[in-house]
């Protein structure tokens, strides 16, 4: 199979079950941070740009059967922070904390004692933030803010992959493309001689190109 075939065979197929993958890689992420630190909980948040919300993507721990998909603007909390200041924070004492918002704690039905928070990068760029609730285990010699920072940058890059996987969504969907029927279409296409696939494949890109200059 030639790179073009298996480039718009990962397309399609990635975008058809990119929400179940993308949930379970995000959700292996804090559910070994919430292991390695003994945690009561772990959170991936997403830095959603457009309205300026934090929004809970992967939850393990207390919350996970309700926290994924709820929202708090991104100038609160000790996650605000984190995104503000762009470096990671433990604070072992929340009760001694002013940028602890206990009040939204209290809606998610667990207030914390400690808290570790790690921003996710994007190269420059913040795309949300890892956090670590009520964390029992101290990690040497490598050090808690070292680890944390490491598991940020895992993170960041499973959230990445899931911001480009729904982009491409996106984008396929307004274009009208059928994705089930795509994706028959180029599995169709690795039984055929080179010659006819390659023929198919470049009909494909024309009707493609076709709805992209279409007004």
Not at 78 to 99: F, M, N, T
């Amino acid at each position: 199979m030639s790179d073009s075939d298996r480039l718009l065979a990962a397309v399609a197929a990635a975008v058809v079950d990119s929400d179940p993958e993308d949930r379970r890689l995000l959700r292996s992420v804090v559910d070994v941070a919430r292991s390695i630190f003994g945690a009561a909980a772990s959170s991936i948040f997403l830095l959603d740009e457009v309205s300026g919300d934090l929004v809970f993507e992967a939850v393990s721990g207390a919350g996970e059967e309700f926290l994924v998909g709820r929202r708090f603007p991104a100038d609160q909390g000790i996650a605000g922070w984190v995104v503000g200041c762009r470096e990671p924070l433990i604070v072992e004492d929340l009760s001694q904390s002013a940028h602890f918002a206990r009040d939204f704690a209290r809606s998610t039905g667990y207030v914390p004692s400690s808290l570790m928070a790690a921003p996710l990068l994007d190269e420059d760029r913040v795309v949300g933030v890892l956090e670590v609730l009520d964390p029992t285990v101290r990690v040497a010699p490598l050090g808690d803010i070292d680890l944390l920072s490491l598991f940020g940058q895992q993170a960041a890059i499973a959230l990445r992959v899931v911001q480009r996987s729904r982009t491409a969504g996106v984008i396929l969907a307004q274009e009208g493309a059928d994705l089930a029927e795509l994706v028959d279409l180029v599995r169709a296409f690795g039984g055929i001689d080179s010659g006819r696939r390659e023929a198919g494949l470049g009909l494909l890109r024309s009707v493609q190109a076709l709805l992209s200059a279409a007004p």
